[in-house]
């Protein structure tokens, strides 16, 4: 659904298309309804688009570079930008060191990790959260949080590590049949050969340490390999540069992996959980 303050609040990127879009539009001297229908949406939805109101999808900006992108590839390359625009204000510079990123070592706690989401766990995730969000709004931040997983078969290849807590393969998200599909595609996920799965489990703390006391973080390789922390908590985000501080991150990563079950437990535990082993 349109809305209003998003012609407030678009982002560049969003602005661009929309008077390109509309520049264009004109010059080949077609209505709004007309390139609707050949576009295969409808003219409130251009009209929209044009002034964003809502910006386009990728689906739209597709149809836009087939209609009206004349080979130039302009609408082709807007998707990725476009969807840059979409993300929560605090979550723009991080995704940009993420899409780029040769090596990420995660840590979740509360749910599964963005990357590793399926889309319907995602869409169940966001739109369960507070303050309830318009329904178009949890559209656009599923869309942008699955074209995330681009990473997972990026060249060059990021190497990609995952410690996840056994609370939230437990923690229902939506459905239980939504939890197990979810639980299929972790399985498969942890497969991959660039891909290292592990559980905490809860008993971790038994022991009488749990170095992931500290909550989530993300530990990010850049490809001129500095390494940086992103931290998030209540919509706001810390992204941390200073070498010692970054030192203190990875050595409690690397105590908290320690701490886990080794990959092919957890991938076990995970199929289990899946249904799709004994």
Known sequence: MARAENKETAGPATRLVADVARRMRI??????EQLGKEL??????????ETCAQPASDEMLVALERVLG?????????????????????????????Q????????????IHGLFQTEEYAR??????????????????????????ALFGREPTALIELVLEESALSRAIGSREIMRRQMVHLAECAK???????????????????????SEMTLVETPDHDH???LEAQDESILISDAAKVSTCAQRYAKIRAQALGPRESLGLIERLAGVQE
Not at 40 to 46: D, L, N, P, Q
Not at 124 to 149: D, M, S
Not at 192 to 214: F, I, K, M, W
């Open 70 to 98: 004349e080979g130039m590839g302009i609408f082709e390359q807007a998707r990725e930008y476009v969807r840059l625009d979409k993300y929560p204000e605090q979550f723009k510079d991080y995704v940009l060191l993420e």
């Open 124 to 149: 169940a995730l966001i739109g369960g959260g507070y303050p309830p969000l318009p329904e178009q709004r949890v559209e656009e931040l599923v869309e942008v949080r699955v074209a995330r997983k």
């Open 192 to 214: 991959r050969r660039n891909v290292t799965l592990q559980v905490l489990p809860l008993d971790c703390g038994l022991s009488g340490e749990h170095a992931g006391a500290h």
């Open 228 to 230: 940086l922390v992103y």
């Open 100 to 111: 780029k990123a040769v090596g990420l070592q995660l840590y979740a706690t509360f749910c």
């Open 27 to 32: 010059k080949k001297k077609l209505t709004q």
């Open 40 to 49: 295969g949406f409808s003219g409130a939805a251009v009209s929209a688009m």
